[in-house]
């Protein structure tokens, strides 16, 4: 396994490299450079013009300009934006990489549930009203066009019902008199969530590990505890109503996110149970005697998982370059705009700092997976 | 659950499934009734789909969506068991009746280690208060099976098939059922584990003075671990007795066939006797006897009316001319079969034809 790894992440190593490059040369590959739009202005004297492109490192050979980079992503140091000036790259992605990791990580994580307990119950219970409504729906909006989609969420749910904000990430008028920034509230609600997913974790594993039968039902209601306590110190810590402002903010995008994705995990895990409710451990759990939610979930769909979790992979990736059109149609400050925008005006130090932090999360996702398969599938050895 | 009434402690008892399909009712098992005592090994022989496994997950409660019980009565200590309630049903599985399946290769799940799929089933039925109770019975069950304990914490697919087998049996005993059903126990195995580990089977079942029901296509496999033995055709019963009775003298001319085509190994060099033919569809079976299209001694009554049965001794078949004929059968019917040869070489080439 150790071996394993060390080759892994010697190939992560070729690949990021790779993708450096690659996106580098494509983004020069481009007509035109940073101060091309300076160089349009005829008030802009040509001894200035040339002095601004230098002054941007843009007169230099290519291959010399892409050797810096090379030089200066290795030690970590990702320039600053020209676009977003004075401002480090690093400073401009801290700041929207959370906010579309946590969006689309959530949307993410909520249709990969709702897939998998809607697949297994529809693959369980074959040819109910629940297998039709929720194919019929489920396909529908996963083929949907997306920006009238999500314009039509808006329009209903913000526009006509009034319940939820239209778009960004926070309401000025909340915020006028508010003492912190948006960012530390934001962070804290990171941590919060954070640690009541690993205190979630724990109870179950320290419950698992008595080995008393039947003392698992208590993991349900600490759970829950816990979740109260978390909302009882932010009720009291003062920020409370600035940070459900954020989360209103959220929900129309996690909503529309979830329903037009959900079906794809959906339609997956559904084909996949039903070659796993076939199998003879499925029958052979049967007979032991254990209750059907039992055999449907501990043998049928934990078997049917593992193919669901590759797909799970994809959408992880896609939790942190984010969908241009969600974030422009619910105008969130997120990876997905700022680098479109980055592309757009040739801003080759923020396209190369978001390029090597996607790419990075991207192969760690395809790792961490990886190395989860062994876990999930014990037939897995890797040497 | 103590016996309720006195008697055999499973009685089967006119049996009769159909299986809804798409090309129509396929009757799976026709009428089937045995019993079944105490420490006994009955033998269910037959083709693939005689109905023999039918038969099996009937008695586990465990058909298919499909199926439909036509009618008959199954009851384990006088408990009736069609008329368990949902949750009775999965009291009664496992702890009442399990089962070695007929995949044993396929039936342990290939992502829980084998001690922990044991322990489920234990769990599921309360019969320890703590998992390490549990596992200190599994561990004791599988050095009864003759495994290693250690093994409790490995994964299926690191076991061979024939280890396998005996985790299936280790966890088939673990809770103390009544009656064991072994569906094709050592199929998939080659001959010299096949034969140890049916040898060791009957050690157990004598040991724990458990009922046993084999079910096997393999009439031989049968013959060396029962007491009993039914040979099953098209979901009829077609003969039962003591199993060293049915081997010395078959009664049906099927069991004959059956037991001509096995070759064997001390007995005299004779050429392998088959059965043409195939066996009826079940959709659409024959009338009167359904195994008279294939069987040698058929006359004009097997083609119209289902034979009764004609019984020797504790021993009986289902069938108009059994095959030592000597006893009972009157001697018109001898005549009859004399007189209806011709017809019936007719009908076999008008089908050829």
Known sequence: MTGYLVRRAGQMVLTLFLIITFAFFLVQAQPGDYATFYALDPDIPPEVKQQLRASFGLDKPLWEQYLIHLKNTVTGDFGVSFGHFPRPVMDVLVERVPRTAVLFLSATVLSFYIGFFLGKAIAWRRGGWLEYTATISGATLFTVFTPAFALMMIWIFAFRLGWLPVGKFLDPLVWRHADVSANYVFGQMLLTAFLFTAFAFLVLYLLKRTGRVGLARWAGPLIAVGGVAALFV?????????????????????????????????????????????????????????????????????????????????????????????????????????????????????????????????????????????????????? | MAAKINGPLLKVEDLTLRYLT???????????????????????????????????????????????????????????????????????????????????????????????????????????GTISAARERVARLFRLVGLDPALMDRYPHEFSGGMRQRAVIAMALSCDPAVIIADEPTTALDVIVQDRILRELKAIQQQLNMAIIYISHDIAVVAEVTDRIGVMYAGHLVEYGNTADVFRAPLHPYTDALLGSFPSVTGERRPLAGLSGEPPNLIDPPAGCPFH????????????????????????????????AGAEAPSDVELEAASDVGIVEQSAHGEGG
């Open chain 1, 234 to 383: 932010w009720s009291f810590s003062g920020v409370g109503g600035l940070a459900l402002d954020i989360l209103k903010h959220m929900v129309l995008p996690i909503v529309t996110l979830t329903l037009i994705s959900f079906a794809g995990t959906m339609l997956l895990t559904r084909n996949s149970m039903l070659e796993t409710v076939r199998e003879d451990y499925v029958m052979a759990a049967r007979a032991k005697g254990l209750p059907e939610k039992m055999v449907r979930d501990r043998h049928a769909a934990r078997n049917a998982l593992l193919p669901v979790v590759t797909s799970l992979v994809y959408s992880l990736v896609f939790a942190i370059d984010g969908s241009v059109i969600i974030e422009v149609v619910f105008s969130w400050p997120g990876t997905g705009l700022t680098l479109l925008q980055a592309v757009r005006t040739e801003d080759l130090p923020l396209v190369m700092g978001a390029m090597v932090f996607i790419g990075l999360f991207s192969l760690l996702a395809h790792a961490i997976v990886d190395v989860l398969y062994v876990y999930l599938d014990p037939r897995i050895r890797y040497q």
């Open chain 2, 22 to 128: 798409r090309g129509g009712e396929v009757r799976a098992v026709e009428g089937v009734s045995f019993e079944l005592e105490q420490g006994q090994a009955l033998g269910l022989v037959g083709e693939s789909g005689c109905g023999k496994t039918s038969v099996a997950n009937s008695l586990m409660r465990l058909l298919p969506d499909n199926a439909r019980l036509a009618g008959g009565q199954v009851w384990l200590r006088g408990e009736d068991i069609f008329a368990l309630e949902e949750d009775e049903v999965r009291e009664y599985r496992w702890r009442r009746v399990a089962m070695v399946f007929q995949a044993a290769m396929n039936s342990l799940d290939p992502v829980y280690k084998v001690g922990q799929q044991i322990v489920e089933a234990i769990e599921a039925h309360e019969i320890e």
């Open chain 2, 293 to 324: 299209p294939r069987c040698p001694r058929a006359t004009q009554i097997c083609q119209e009316e289902f034979p009764p049965q004609a019984w020797e001794g504790t021993q009986w078949a289902k069938c108009w001319h059994p095959m030592n």
